[in-house]
């Protein structure tokens, strides 16, 4: 049981916009900044999301992040097939005093 | 550019210890700005946070593992170590040492590629 609840999949079709959802609490998403990775099949995971928002280096613009309340969210638009792959969202808890992350959602591309 | 590469074994009998090293290369483990932490997952589930540890060597763990759990840190030598007590089939994970960015993104910026530990008789 994560601490952040992700659906455990999302699909979408080449071209269209997805968007995975991560929910918390006020001691985690509530109090801190939201980082999100991206893990390819049989790869390690990537910093694709970084502070809500703000892409690293390399990323494309197609990936977004939205925080609100104790809610955070990933937006892939113009998606492709090599966008699929496991998306994790993750967070500072001030309770457990330490880095928690959600589920995983596996996304598809159809 | 930095990379980072877990060594160890790959096969731990239960109630041993499980013991890991991350070299870092291309970079300094001693900068100011990074923290640097174990992160596992075991097959088919998600990352679970282990512990972390600063070029210091402060530390902070996952509660959840506390008791069971050393993170040590060689400067001289670039790297850093996981000691994972009382092994069950439950650690049998995937183990990626990474990176992370205090400064900039207070995130896990950089990854190790991950080595896998069987816990097994």
């Known amino acids: 049981q994560s601490v952040l609840t992700q659906p455990p999949s999302a699909s979408g079709t080449p071209g269209q916009r997805v968007t995975i959802s991560c929910s918390g609490s006020s001691s985690n998403i509530g109090s801190n900044t939201v980082n999100w990775y991206q893990q390819l099949p049989g790869t390690a995971p990537k910093l694709l999301i970084y502070s809500n928002n703000q892409r690293p280096s390399g990323v494309p613009d197609r990936f977004s992040g939205s925080k609100s309340g104790t809610s955070a969210s990933l937006a892939i638009s113009g998606l492709q097939s090599e966008d699929e792959a496991d998306y994790y969202c993750a967070t500072w808890d001030d309770s457990l005093n330490g880095w928690v992350f959600g589920g995983g959602t596996k996304l598809t591309v159809l | 550019q930095l990379q980072l590469q877990e060594s160890g074994p790959g096969l731990v009998k239960p109630s041993e210890t499980l013991s890991l090293t991350c070299t870092v290369s291309?970079?300094?483990?001693?900068?100011?700005?990074?923290?640097w932490g174990w992160i596992r997952q075991p097959p088919g589930k998600g990352l679970e946070w282990i512990g972390s540890v600063y070029y210091s060597g402060s530390t902070y763990y996952n509660p959840s593992l506390k008791s069971r759990v050393t993170i040590s840190v060689d400067t001289s030598k670039n790297q850093f170590s996981l000691k994972l007590s009382s092994v069950t089939a439950a650690d049998t994970a995937v183990y990626y040492c990474a990176r992370r960015d205090a400064v900039t993104s207070d995130a896990f910026d950089i990854w190790g590629q991950g080595t896998m530990v069987t816990v097994s008789s």
């Open positions: 291309g970079g300094s483990i001693s900068s100011s700005s990074y923290y």
